[in-house]
């Protein structure tokens, strides 16, 4: 069993940035995939990045390109989302997610552990 907790969110204007933070406990940490997804108003939960158990390889949603960073600190069982120029489309709750599976990356329903979420509110 894995417990995740978000934290970092809130309310920031168009262009600024934002780092989340995900806490894991219950599991050795860097023997688990680590992700964030995130869920808008309205809108189904969808994937944003990933990162692999070493932190050697990211994976992206198109839409957070260039713009966020996935990272992670296996000393700290903490995994992070730099985010920067937000965009009121930014909008969501976000909320990180852990897989036992090496191989996950973007299917929501591969994880197996989630977080309860962090709000985010990108104004313009």
């Known amino acids: 069993q894995v417990h995740l907790a978000e934290s970092g969110g809130g309310l920031v204007q168009a262009g600024g940035s934002l780092r989340l933070s995900c806490a894991a406990s219950?599991?050795?940490?860097?023997?688990?995939?680590m992700a964030w997804f995130r869920q808008a108003p309205g809108k189904e939960r969808e994937f944003v990045a990933r990162i692999s158990r070493g932190g050697g390889r990211t994976d992206y949603a198109d839409s957070v390109k260039g713009r966020f960073t996935i990272s992670r600190d296996n000393a700290k069982n903490t995994a992070y989302l730099q985010m920067n120029s937000l965009e009121p489309e930014d909008t969501a709750v976000y909320y990180c997610?852990?897989?036992?599976?090496?191989?996950?990356?973007?299917?929501?329903?591969?994880?197996?552990?989630w977080g309860p979420g962090t709000q985010v509110t990108v104004s313009s």
């Open positions: 997610a852990a897989s036992n599976n090496i191989m996950v990356v973007s299917a929501l329903q591969d994880y197996d552990y």
């Open positions: 219950g599991r050795t940490f860097s023997n688990i995939v």
